[in-house]
C-alpha cells in the first residue's frame, strides 16, 4: 500500500457524505472515492442477510478502485456487517462510523448515561450499546430507533415544523432517562444537527459520528505512514442510481461542493 492510492468511503445511499466532507476537511490532500448504494437504500428497514450481501458487493467493487482504506460511513452497515467488509477487505485496513462514535460518546458523557439514534437495524443490533459498554460497563446506553427521520432528511425538511415534532416523539423519551449526551447513528442525521440541539437543550451533548470517523482514519493513516502530502487524483463519487433527489442532496451533504458524479452497476 502506499499514500499515493485513494480513501474509499461508503454508503447505502447520499447520507455517507456527511463523512467525505469532513474527510475533505481535515485531509484536503487525500483523493477520496465514494459510493453510494443509491438503488437499494434505505438498507435500515432491511434484514441482516441482505445488508451483508450488499456490504460484500459494495467492498468487492471498491478493491477494484486501487485504494488504501475502506471506511463504513454507513451506520447500519457498521453495526451488522462489518465483519464482512473486513474480510472481504483483507489487509486493507477497514474502519466504521460505529466503533468511532463509541469511543466519542464514552469521552462526553459525565453522567454515564448516554442516548443513541440510528435506523431499525442498527438499533436493533444494539452495536452502539455494545460497542461502549465495552469500553465502560458503568455507561448506561439508551438506544431508540427513528425510522421517519431519514426521509424526513430526504424530502429536505431538515429545519421544519413537521421534522421538531418527530424529534420531540423520539427524543423526549431519552431526555426523560437523564442522558447527557446523544450520538447521532445515522449518516443523515448531521444534518438534523441545529433541530436537534434545539430539541434536546444545552444540557445534551449532540456527538456527529461523521466527525469523529474522520479523525479516526487520520490517525491510521498516519501511523502506517499512508498519508499523503500532495493530491495527484480526482474525488469521484459513484452512485448505484443518480436521480434528480439525488443531485439535490449531494449537494445539501456536500455544501455546494460539485464533484465528479458516475454511475455504477455492482
Ligand atoms: N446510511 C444509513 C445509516 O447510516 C441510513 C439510510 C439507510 O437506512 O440506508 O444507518
Redesign the pocket.
Known amino acids: 500500500m502506499s499514500g499515493k492510492q485513494a480513501i474509499a468511503v461508503f ?3 447520499v ?2 457524505l456527511t463523512v467525505f466532507a469532513e474527510l475533505s476537511k481535515i485531509l484536503p490532500n487525500e483523493t477520496i472515492v465514494y459510493l453510494g448504494d443509491t438503488l437499494r ?6 434484514s441482516v442477510e441482505t445488508i451483508k450481501k450488499f456490504s460484500v458487493e459494495i467492498t468487492n467493487f471498491l478493491l477494484t478502485r486501487d485504494v488504501k482504506m475502506i471506511i463504513a ?7 451488522v456487517a462489518l465483519d464482512c467488509v473486513k474480510e472481504t477487505a483483507g489487509e486493507i485496513p477497514v474502519i466504521g ?1 460505529v466503533e468511532a462514535g463509541c469511543r466519542a460518546a464514552v469521552q462526553s458523557s459525565q453522567a454515564k448515561r448516554i442516548g443513541v439514534i ?2 431499525r ?2 438499533i436493533g443490533a444494539g452495536a452502539y450499546g455494545k460497542g461502549i459498554r465495552a469500553i465502560n460497563p458503568e455507561i448506561v446506553v439508551y438506544e431508540k430507533a427513528c425510522p421517519l427521520l ?1 426521509h424526513l432528511v430526504e424530502e429536505g425538511e431538515v429545519d421544519s415544523r413537521i421534522t421538531d415534532v418527530a424529534l420531540q416523539k423520539y427524543l423526549y423519551d431519552l431526555l426523560d432517562f437523564g442522558i447527557d449526551s446523544l450520538v447521532l ?4 442525521y448531521p444534518l438534523l444537527y441545529n433541530a436537534v440541539l434545539r430539541c434536546v437543550g444545552d444540557g445534551v451533548s449532540v456527538i456527529n459520528g461523521a466527525k469523529f470517523v474522520a479523525e479516526e482514519a487520520k490517525k491510521i493513516l498516519a501511523k502506517n505512514e499512508l498519508l499523503t502530502d500532495k493530491k495527484i487524483g480526482e474525488d469521484i463519487i459513484f452512485a448505484t442510481d443518480i436521480t434528480p433527489q439525488f443531485e439535490r442532496l449531494a449537494a445539501a451533504f456536500l455544501m455546494g461542493a460539485k464533484k465528479n458524479v458516475v454511475k455504477v452497476k455492482l
Do not use: K, L, M
Request: aromatic residues 4%.
Open positions: 454508503d447505502s445511499g447520507g455517507g437504500c434505505p438498507y435500515g428497514d432491511r460511513a454507513c451506520n447500519t452497515v457498521s453495526s462510523v440510528g435506523t437495524a442498527t431519514v447513528g445515522c449518516t443523515h
